[in-house]
């Protein structure tokens, strides 16, 4: 049980408005690596299951066990074995359009990689916090949803709570790209293979072999399957082909300069 903590937070309401979500899940997160998993999974399916019977505690026997297994296999989208972000939303009857800045706005991480071009306008390899409400205005336009300034303020400030994970007040793209459904983030797929400069700078410089500054996309593809082969990670013929679109989406002309690859394939953005 959770010790001596306050009783979590509204998860008897029947809608929870984007702060209420934010709570619930620091509440749960409670080491804040951005997941709830083991212990803080177990605390937190129990305290559900008893708000939703408002009828005191569940005995922990082999149904709870059964019942948590059920749980995860509906929500547990990716099978990690631990609830993220995304997949709360899903659980929790939060308020429709809050819902919508993690699911309607990207159909594909190309989409995605496009979105950020345009917002990360100073290319900096960030969303500040004036570009990410931008982002989340267009967003509920493009889904017809009417919203107010209060409640634009209010999504992009719980946003930034959510995934700014060091507290600088913007969002990188690996903490941004956390929205995107988990089956297309192909970010993801490049976790354990992230880049030092040095080891960027070295890779570029190989298939750069004119030294213009810019590759093209067939250099990107033989660049993502030696990093694949490197790194021993299995890699379809058709995830390559739809990583190397969702790359591209950040060229210009066909052109994929140095700066962009790297805040994909190094864990910190160019200074």
Known sequence: MAGPQQQPPYLHL??????????????????????IEGKELENFFQELEKARKGSGMMSKSDNFGEKMKEFMQKYDKNSDGKIEMAELAQILPTEENFLLCFRQHVGSSTEF????????????????????????????????RPHDEPKLQEYTQTILRMFDLNGDGKLGLSEMSRLLPVQENFLLKFQGMKLTSEEFNAIFTFYDKDG????????????????YEKNKKEMNIQQLTNYRKSVMSLAEAGKLYRKDLEIVLCSEPPV
């Open 14 to 35: 029947a809608e929870l408005t984007a702060s209420q979500f934010l709570e619930i899940w620091k509440h749960f997160d409670a080491d804040g690596n951005g997941y």
């Open 113 to 144: 990689m496009e979105a950020w071009r345009k917002y990360d306008t100073d290319r900096s390899g960030y969303i500040e916090a004036n570009e990410l409400k931008g982002f989340l205005s267009d967003l509920l336009k493009k889904a017809n």
């Open 212 to 227: 213009s500054g810019y590759i093209d996309e067939n250099e990107l593809d033989a660049l993502l399957k030696d990093l």
